[in-house]
């Protein structure tokens, strides 16, 4: 057994909901082997490739960026991108890429901002969300050019992540434009979750929103299909059965345990949480509903273990009486892991909490417990190296091998899958048109951009003709006046190009009103705000 690999080997890909919809280019590499983690921590996992040529050869290219922009402007490929920039997701989830993969490329909350900053330093990146969780990594971006944007974000991925182009590749998808914003408003409907109608998604999906406030690059068409996001997130869970049964990853947890115990001992296992935070809470009371009544919390601090105490006791209603929760300290967490049948880890710690040599002298489990001691990891990255399923004794299972429960009720899923499809239809169809609304903006440029530079050139021309000594109010006065005649004759053309639900206009019309100004004042043979953005990005760049 190659000892690195870990028991996330379950991993296959016959469960992709939408796989229709995803472009994986390549089956998962099962015996891959890790790296570094992305802040240089050394994971139980041995390093092999070399991710740093692989960077190298980016960056070499860059310097064939300004003769790209030539290509770019007769690619057939970027014909639709000149009309505007494209949104985009590149991204790795559960039903494409182990979690070994997804570890590595996680990016803590803390580091949204920053990784949205370098995302928008690339030269084709306008707008950019990290959707970074247990499930998936996916990064959603505006791009100038698509193809050129999913290579500089591939190459940054690798970069940060220590994981080779040619590997993510293998397990990426690529979604565009609609797809993109239908893939995430599934996402944010608990659709695309491993454990599906699960909540936390949702709060993960607002959060990228907030952390996003006031961040330069967290741009207006990222900010809005966020925003959309959430609204069906949210619709979806009050409008139908979706949260029927208060799943989550943290209770399928508890389920694969109970699975894997003896039934027998299901009352007597004894029981160790690792981690008070959102996801330690879950599995606390999951463990309660299931009749669990005595159970050992370690957490860094007591105050989230007593909040639960008080939860769990407001919430008393019969099954939580007379439950016992004793809370120890981190430092004890390997003596309390001896006296334990089954550990659940669910921290935001970076480095893993176990490793083999921690493990392999913890006193065996008895046999009336099965005589393994079940650790399961819901944690990305993960608590638990996967060296630790070396120990004989113990049995390490992390979120992937969560599938074992939820497929389970595939037709369950279904079935609330088909009911959440007509309002992300929906939400689908408005976020679209306020897109499409988007388009009339280069013209409304273009054209004030024309008008100024008439008023500007006969401005000039006046003053000329009134000689040097003209008195600085009488200018004044005369530029206003000029200003003022172009704002007004501005005016007209410029309603008929809003489309922002504030009048009746269609948004056929307005694009028909749009064309139509561009053929008149022949706004089309200036140099596009496309070309001039990613003129400004390389030399940007360049300096
Ligand atoms: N949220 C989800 O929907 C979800 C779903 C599935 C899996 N997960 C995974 O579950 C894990 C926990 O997520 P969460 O949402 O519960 O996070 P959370 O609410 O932020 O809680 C984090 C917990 O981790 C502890 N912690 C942080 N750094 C630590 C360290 N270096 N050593 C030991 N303990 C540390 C915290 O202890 P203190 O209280 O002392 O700060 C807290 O108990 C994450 O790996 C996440 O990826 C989350």
Redesign the pocket.
Known sequence: MNHCSSSSASFSRSYLPYQQQLKIFNKPNRGMKGTLSRNGLIRCEAVESNPALEVEKIDSSKTAVLSALEQLKTSAADRYTKERSSIVVIGLSVHTAPVEMREKL?IPEAEWPRAIGELCGLNHIEEAAVLS???RMEIYVVALSQHRGVKEVTEWMSKTSGIPVSEICKHRFLLYNKDATQHLFKVSAGLDSLVLG?G??L??VKQVLKSGEGVLGFGRNIHMMFKCASTVGKRVRTETNIAAGAV???SAAVELALMKLPKSSHATARMLV???????KLVIKHLVSKGCTKMVVV???E??VAAIREELKREAKGEAKGVEINYRP?PDMLACSAEADVVFT??????P?FLKEHVEYLPPVSSEVGGLRLFVD????R?VGSCVSEVEGAQVYN?DDLKEVVAANKEDRLRKAMEAQSIIAEELGEFEAWRDSLETVPTLKKLRAYAERIREAEFNKCLSKMGDDIPKKSKKAIEDLSRGIVNKLLHGPMQHLRCDGRDNRTLDEVLENMHALNRMFDLESDMSLFEQKIREKIEKGQK
Request: glycine share 8%.
């Open positions: 996680a969780t247990c499930n699960e936390q998604i709060a993960q989550s990853v943290s690792i981690g008070a935070g959102k996801m330690g957490n860094r601090s105050e989230k981190l669910s921290t935001t710690s970076e480095t909490l819901i944690s990305v990255p608590n979120v």
